[in-house]
């Protein structure tokens, strides 16, 4: 449905609808055939799209499984996230957002920035 071949043909059907228009003198059965057409196709389209982003997700996630396994030092358990509860992934977002704030520190102090240590009075 999102090639190019579809969105012509989908031009295609426009016009042979509208040329079709002044033979029907405009009439509501005319429109309700563009109507329901449209309709139907979008219905069906929202399952081939979401159809396609699930196969997608899956095959990104294979991969970065993949890399997870094949890196030396990286945490093999971190494969099959995707079937972790909520409150577990929660967990293992809190310990990156860690690391993250403790790698923010680091680089703030070897370019000269110190940040104040919590509860201590600011410098001045």
Do not use: C
Not at 28 to 49: C, K, P, R, Y
Not at 61 to 69: G, H, N, S, T
Not at 85 to 106: M, T, Y
Request: charged share 20%.
């Amino acid at each position: 449905m999102g090639s190019p071949w579809a969105f012509v043909w989908s031009i295609g059907i426009v016009i042979v609808w509208a040329a079709a228009g002044p033979a029907f003198r405009y009439s509501d059965t005319w429109q309700l055939v563009i109507n329901t057409g449209t309709s139907v196709l979008t219905f069906l389209a929202v399952f081939l799209i979401q159809n396609t982003q699930n196969r997608d997700a899956k095959a990104i996630q294979l991969k970065l499984d993949e890399l997870i396994r094949a890196l030396e030092g990286a945490r093999n358990h971190f494969v099959d996230l995707q079937s972790l509860s909520d409150d577990e992934l929660e967990k293992i977002a809190g310990e990156f957002s860690d690391f993250r704030e403790a790698a923010q520190r680091l680089t703030k102090r070897r370019h000269g920035r110190q940040e104040p240590v919590p509860g201590s009075a600011p410098p001045g």
